[in-house]
């Protein structure tokens, strides 16, 4: 079945360093890709997302690029600020599951970025 | 606006009671959903909703019940608790089905002891 994997957590890091967060994905078809952000003792917003191959999605310095041929939508960020520290989901919407659109989610790498 | 609202943030249960996490949207949304997130782990889905009176299963459902009599609200129902719901759980809501945004309520945290 469908089924997302991400790297695992946690990710400590200086601010201004450079941030990677693998994503790969299984799905039959074509899947739209999603990076959604939980802060703490909040839900769950979108940070980013791609609906086809190639695509490139980007918010607030964060970039994915949607990679068919590796099956991978990794999320970088060139400068990580305090402000980032979160927990990252990487999730896809595979049509081929039906046109209700729920999500499956990758369990979610905790980014802690010191000062 | 609000978007999406969750009652209540916190509860703890004793085995075998019931109850009922309520979520509301404002933004005229069709889709809904119900995710349960466990430590560690990414969040599985209950249920969803494509619209007033119709729901159905997802990834996950024993042990819950769920309704949708208006396009507004989506109750999640626990029926005979069990220390195995004890979790996170958060209401989403969508325009449409694939490729959009969902957005989150700020979840609910059950604790069933």
């Known amino acids: 079945g469908d089924s997302v994997t991400q790297m695992e957590g946690p990710v400590t890091l200086s601010e201004e360093a450079f941030l990677t967060i693998n994503c790969t994905y299984t799905?039959?078809?074509?899947?739209?890709l999603f990076w959604y952000v939980q802060y703490p003792g909040e839900g769950l917003q979108l940070l980013l997302k791609?609906?086809?191959?190639?695509d490139k999605g980007s918010n607030k310095g964060f970039e994915a690029t949607y990679r068919k041929e590796t099956t991978s939508f990794h999320l970088e960020k060139g400068s990580v600020q305090v402000s980032d520290s979160a927990v990252y989901f990487c999730?896809?919407?595979?049509?081929?599951?039906?046109?209700?659109?729920?999500?499956?989610f990758g369990k979610g790498t905790k980014l802690s970025v010191k000062p | 606006n609000a978007g999406v609202t969750q009652t209540p943030k916190f509860r703890i249960l004793k085995i075998g009671q019931s109850m009922t996490l309520q979520c509301a949207q404002d933004?005229?949304?069709?889709?809904m959903y119900w995710y349960r997130q466990d430590p560690g782990m990414g969040l599985k889905l209950i249920y969803y909703?494509?619209?007033?009176?119709?729901?159905d299963k997802g990834e996950v459902p024993n042990g819950y019940n769920v309704s949708r009599s208006t396009t507004e609200d989506f109750p999640l129902r626990l029926e005979l608790a069990a220390p195995s719901q004890t979790s996170v759980y958060f209401c989403?809501?969508?325009?449409?089905?694939?490729?959009?945004?969902?957005?989150f309520g700020p979840g609910t945290r059950l604790t069933v002891t």
């Open positions: 999730a896809l919407s595979a049509p081929e599951r039906g046109s209700q659109g729920n999500l499956i």
């Open positions: 791609a609906t086809k191959a190639d």
């Open positions: 989403a809501s969508s325009s449409k089905g694939l490729a959009v945004e969902q957005y």
């Open positions: 799905a039959t078809g074509y899947p739209s």
């Open positions: 909703s494509v619209g007033a009176g119709i729901t």
């Open positions: 933004m005229n949304h069709n889709y």
